[in-house]
């Protein structure tokens, strides 16, 4: 019937908050770790300058045209994306190590991984997705609120699916993003009211 909780989604976790650079051309390395949070492509670009040093030395701006990302990096200015957790693919680069000079994006930034809440429920299987049959109760878009507003969905009218089971033990519920993936909600509460009628 409704779902609600405040939007906590992270598009910068500690799977994908590092970012290593050289100032030397490549011979020294160093590392930073990008705090988790919600970030804009403009708030990535100025944590990055504040936080290596590199103000006047690089830049990370959207091309809005072609949906992806122009870096520009001052002289012996090295950027590796080649390590593990990195931030290459949310701002649409390879895995590969790019040098002074403009180097644009091969991939569309990612900086909205989570475009679908989809709400599970192994008590029915009525929904289609992509052509297979699912235990989906109810889909929305996962960017109707900003980050710390409350998300609250109503199903009107209320959508009633066939229960898969005769038995009623328990029920388990799983919030998952277009890709099937558990959504983090950085430990918000998560309300949801569900309406269970007989035929």
């Given at each position: 019937?409704?779902?609600?909780?405040?939007?906590?989604?992270?598009?910068?976790?500690?799977?994908?908050?590092?970012?290593?650079?050289?100032?030397?051309?490549?011979?020294?390395?160093?590392?930073?770790?990008?705090?988790?949070?919600?970030?804009?492509?403009?708030?990535?670009?100025?944590?990055?300058?504040?936080?290596?040093?590199?103000?006047?030395?690089?830049?990370?701006?959207?091309?809005?045209?072609?949906?992806?990302?122009?870096?520009?990096?001052?002289?012996?200015?090295?950027?590796?994306?080649?390590?593990?957790?990195?931030?290459?693919?949310?701002?649409?680069?390879?895995?590969?190590?790019?040098?002074?000079?403009?180097?644009?994006?091969?991939?569309?930034?990612?900086?909205?991984?989570?475009?679908?809440?989809?709400?599970?429920?192994?008590?029915?299987?009525?929904?289609?997705?992509?052509?297979?049959?699912?235990?989906?109760?109810?889909?929305?878009?996962?960017?109707?609120?900003?980050?710390g507003y409350k998300f609250i969905e109503r199903m009107n009218p209320p959508n009633y699916l066939p229960i898969s089971r005769k038995t009623i033990s328990d029920i388990h519920i799983r919030i998952v993003d277009q890709d099937g993936k558990i959504i983090?909600?950085?430990?918000?509460?998560?309300?949801?009211?569900?309406?269970?009628?007989?035929?």
């Amino acid at each position: 019937m409704w779902f609600s909780s405040y939007n906590t989604i992270y598009n910068i976790t500690k799977e994908n908050n590092v970012f290593n650079f050289s100032k030397d051309g490549g011979r020294t390395l160093n590392s930073i770790l990008i705090n988790p949070g919600a970030y804009e492509l403009k708030e990535i670009d100025s944590e990055i300058k504040n936080r290596t040093g590199l103000k006047e030395s690089i830049s990370i701006q959207p091309q809005i045209s072609t949906g992806k990302v122009i870096m520009t990096l001052g002289e012996n200015v090295v950027i590796d994306f080649t390590k593990e957790n990195s931030l290459s693919k949310l701002l649409g680069f390879e895995k590969k190590v790019y040098k002074d000079g403009i180097n644009k994006s091969e991939n569309f930034a990612n900086i909205t991984n989570i475009t679908d809440i989809n709400i599970e429920c192994d008590l029915v299987n009525g929904h289609y997705s992509n052509g297979n049959l699912d235990n989906i109760l109810y889909s929305f878009p996962a960017n109707t609120v900003p980050l710390g507003y409350k998300f609250i969905e109503r199903m009107n009218p209320p959508n009633y699916l066939p229960i898969s089971r005769k038995t009623i033990s328990d029920i388990h519920i799983r919030i998952v993003d277009q890709d099937g993936k558990i959504i983090n909600f950085n430990g918000e509460k998560i309300n949801l009211y569900l309406h269970l009628k007989q035929v």
